[in-house]
Antibody
Framework: QLHLQESGPGLVKPSETLSLTCTVSGGSISSSGYYWGWIRQPPGKGLGWIGSIYYSGSSYYNPSLKSRVTISVDTSKNQFSLKLSSVTAADTAVYYC?????????????WGQGTLVTVSS | QSALTQPASVSGSPGQSITISCTGT?????????VSWYQHHPGKAPKLMIYEGSERPSGISNRFSGSKSGNTASLTISGLQAEDEADYYCCSYAGSSTLVFGGGTMLTVL
């Protein structure tokens, strides 16, 4: 059974960079055909797609966040990561990592439990 | 890229059917049969209920069904059960390797 677990600081100061890691267990992140993604949910709001990365390293981002987001993959550690720069209070959210279904980036079939990141001084 | 529009809340009694709408544009919902639906119980991981508009993943009850008409996708839950009470989100492919989610709908089982 595939398991995804987000980890990283729960508190980030404004203007700094938010960094999160998703550790994948029960399967290989370098398995052919899979995309891996990040989604967030601000308090009291809906889900929002941040971006996704193909197992080979090609990445795709939400146009509204593209200038501040970097998603990378570390196959040796079976992890992929999110970096969001110049954060503000509006970036406070529960951040989820998820796996897209094989061969497609159109939907997610496995999700992590999510981790709350608060942006505050 | 604007969020897809969903009703904030819907409700129904056990055994009834409800439908949640998800309205987008001709650039996302209207152009692709690639809408997915997720059930989200607060504090837990979202769960895929429908993909590619009307397909159910293995293990998902056939009480859940999806459809689309024009720029609006819909999720129908028949034979409503107490455990169906949750937040539901739609998500559509929006072209150029991007995705867009809906604002979410809170389902209350009366």
């Amino acid at each position: 059974q595939l398991h995804l677990q987000e980890s990283g600081p729960g508190l980030v100061k404004p203007s700094e960079t938010l960094s999160l890691t998703c550790t994948v267990s029960g399967g290989s992140i370098s398995s052919s055909g899979y995309y891996w993604g990040w989604i967030r949910q601000p308090p009291g709001k809906g889900l929002g797609w941040i971006g996704s990365i193909y197992y080979s390293g090609s990445s795709y981002y939400n146009p509204s966040l593209k200038s501040r987001v970097t998603i990378s993959v570390d196959t040796s550690k079976n992890q992929f990561s999110l970096k969001l720069s110049s954060v503000t209070a509006a970036d406070t959210a529960v951040y989820y990592c998820a796996r897209h279904a094989v061969g497609t980036m159109y939907h997610f079939d496995y999700w992590g439990q999510g981790t709350l990141v608060t942006v505050s001084s | 890229q604007s969020a897809l529009t969903q009703p904030a809340s819907v409700s129904g009694s056990p055994g009834q059917s409800i439908t949640i709408s998800c309205t987008g544009t001709s650039s996302d919902v209207g152009s692709y049969d690639l809408v997915s639906w997720y059930q989200h119980h607060p504090g837990k991981a979202p769960k895929l209920m429908i993909y590619e508009g009307s397909e159910r993943p293995s293990g998902i009850s056939n009480r859940f069904s999806g459809s689309k008409s024009g720029n609006t996708a819909s999720l129908t839950i028949s034979g409503l059960q107490a455990e169906d009470e949750a937040d539901y989100y739609c998500c559509s492919y929006a072209g150029s390797s991007t995705l867009v989610f809906g604002g979410g709908t809170m389902l209350t089982v009366l």
